[in-house]
């Protein structure tokens, strides 16, 4: 079997990896996408594949950028201080190990009430502002998941232009 093909499935497995990285995240998709593209890049070479991986890699920073920004600002806007966001993601990765599945996102959820109960002294505001930070998180990981799509896609075209014309 041709060397290309076969990095071409290995970068197409780990780009599938990588963007389920971000909606479960246990590992950095966007990054295990940007460094796929790089690989494919590498193994296929050519102007397509340059092309192809500069494009890729812009999506894959806009994505990782606009999930920062967005978080951010909700963030902000609700006043809520990154050691909630931090006792969140500690309990997060303890929730990972202890309950599989969703033991990731309990465990963040739980670690962001209790900072913010903890804080706040009081239940009401602990629970509008942790579902505020949820909901935030929420929406950068969809923005990055969106831009990581793309990039994606982007890939896919690229390797049947590749394949296409080789």
């Known amino acids: ?28 998709g966007s990054m295990l996408i940007a460094v796929s593209l790089l690989v494919w890049a590498l193994a296929v070479g050519g102007p397509v594949s340059w092309i192809v991986f500069g494009v890729g890699l812009a999506l894959v920073a806009s994505g990782m950028a606009s999930s920062a920004v967005l978080t951010g600002r909700a963030m902000k806007k609700r006043s809520i201080p990154g050691r909630s966001v931090v006792i969140g993601l500690v309990l997060g990765v303890v929730g990972f190990f202890v309950v599989p599945v969703v033991g990731l996102l309990l465990g963040f959820a739980a670690g962001l009430f209790l900072s913010e109960f903890a804080r706040q002294k009081e239940l009401k505001p602990a629970v509008s502002s ?37």
Not at 2 to 26: K, R
Not at 133 to 157: H, R, S
């Open 130 to 166: 942790s579902v505020a930070a949820l909901k935030a998180t929420g929406l950068g990981i969809l923005a990055e998941f969106g831009f990581a799509v793309l990039a994606a896609g982007t890939w896919a075209a690229g390797v049947l232009i590749y394949f296409v014309n080789r």
């Open 1 to 28: 079997m041709d060397a290309q093909i076969v990095w071409t499935v290995v970068c197409g497995l780990a780009i599938a990896v990588g963007a389920v990285g971000i909606i479960v995240p246990v590992l950095p």
